[in-house]
């Protein structure tokens, strides 16, 4: 049920196939983020119509609101928010970054000070493995002790070493739940290690000694390091990353950054940027961002992106979408979110067709010379 076919390989970048419980993802691809089992202004026709063959979905916050258990009483997570493709749940390990001030964290897991009800709830790696079984997702993931990029080595290391205990705690209950429905659920790691290259390999080492995994997630970064130090990150731990295993990058999707992180063998993507930015007015274009309330556009007739081909590019002008968000229209939002996650999700499309073309690094830097020369 879980298998991952590489299909074609220029340079470091890879294009490969998926197979999941609920379909085959192509890779390399982005996923929009569902946090609370939406992704923000968009239904899931119009993810489709985007292309979206994955979501990602919190663990954290659905425990919190309305509950597992309350999401199994209505079908499940795929039936509750209706999305009969690839589902992938994150563990909750990112809200021990975002959620500082109301967290504390000790060897046992993490206690939240819930931002919706101001109960305190406790995540362990055991219940947050519990929650995403409930769930049904078709990819868990384990929970990890994220630090922000910017963090000592001897903080790296602390939550590494965390990381490694919880990890192997997660495993054993998966075992425990899945040896009931073989097939139904795999459980990924996540490496850390901070912008540390030396103790992201030995986090790697040591993670492939756990167990036997069907892929591995890269966590920790874009969480306020330098985005040179991303790379350099990737590029120090990528001969240590089985080829065999698809590889999730996790929290990265500005445009620049899939690219660069494509070409440096990461096969998985997600990130909130798109329908953030499009709420905020502004939408990706192959020249670079563009900020749609600019007066410039008032009596522009042209799409966002004459090169797109989602809803919003194929019927609305730019003068009307500056109006929308002049006038604090709803519609604007959804309009450039939709624009904004095809644009990624194209992009993700389109570097797949160059890799197994054979001409995705000459591709790739004439894009990217562009898009970060405007």
């Known amino acids: 049920m879980f298998e991952f076919i590489v299909e074609g390989v220029n340079g470091e970048a890879r294009a490969g196939r998926l197979k999941l419980p609920h379909g085959t993802v192509r890779t390399p691809c982005f996923m929009p983020v569902g946090t609370q089992g939406t ?49 992938l749940t994150d563990s909750g390990g990112f809200q021990v970054f975002s959620l500082e001030v109301l967290r504390r964290v000790d060897e046992e ?53 965390r990381t490694r205990r919880w990890t192997e705690r997660a495993v054993r209950r998966h075992l425990e739940l899945a040896g009931r429905s073989p097939g139904r659920q795999t459980l990924w790691p996540i490496v850390q290690g ?13 993670i492939l000694d756990v167990a036997d995994w069907n892929g591995i997630a890269v966590g920790g970064l874009a969480v306020g390091e330098p985005k040179e130090a991303m790379y350099q990150v990737l590029e120090g731990m990528l001969p240590s990353l089985p080829a065999q295993l698809p590889r999730y990058l996790m929290g990265v999707g500005f445009p620049e950054d899939l690219l660069r992180s494509i070409a440096l063998g990461m096969d998985l993507f997600d990130c909130v940027a798109p329908t953030r930015n499009g709420r905020n007015g502004s939408a990706f274009t192959p020249e ?51 624009h904004n996650v095809r644009f990624l999700i194209r992009l993700a499309e389109t570097a797949r067709d160059r890799i197994l073309a054979g001409t995705f690094d000459t591709w790739h830097r004439d894009w990217l010379a562009r898009y970060e020369g405007k």
């Open 39 to 87: 992704v923000r202004a968009l239904s899931p026709f119009d993810l489709k119509a985007a292309g979206a063959e994955m979501v990602l979905a919190n663990t954290y916050h659905l425990h919190v609101r309305p509950g597992e258990e309350t999401i199994a009483a209505l079908g499940g997570l795929h039936r509750f928010m209706a999305w009969d493709r690839p589902l």
């Open 288 to 338: 670079g961002p563009l900020n749609i309330r600019n007066a410039a556009f008032r009596r522009d007739s042209r799409p966002l992106d004459e090169t797109c081909d989602c809803e919003t590019c194929r019927t609305y002008s730019r003068g009307y979408l500056r109006h929308l968000f002049m006038a604090e229209e709803l519609l604007g939002l959804r309009l450039l979110s939709l």
């Open 109 to 161: 897991g993490v206690e939240f000070r819930s931002p919706v009800d101001g109960q305190v709830r406790r995540l362990t790696p055991e219940l947050a493995v519990e929650i995403q079984w409930t769930l049904g997702s078709d990819i868990a993931m384990v929970l990890d002790h994220v630090v922000p990029g910017t963090a000592s080595r001897s903080e790296a290391e602390d939550a590494w070493e």
């Open 194 to 206: 901070a912008t540390y290259p030396d103790l992201r390999r030995a986090a790697v080492a040591q």
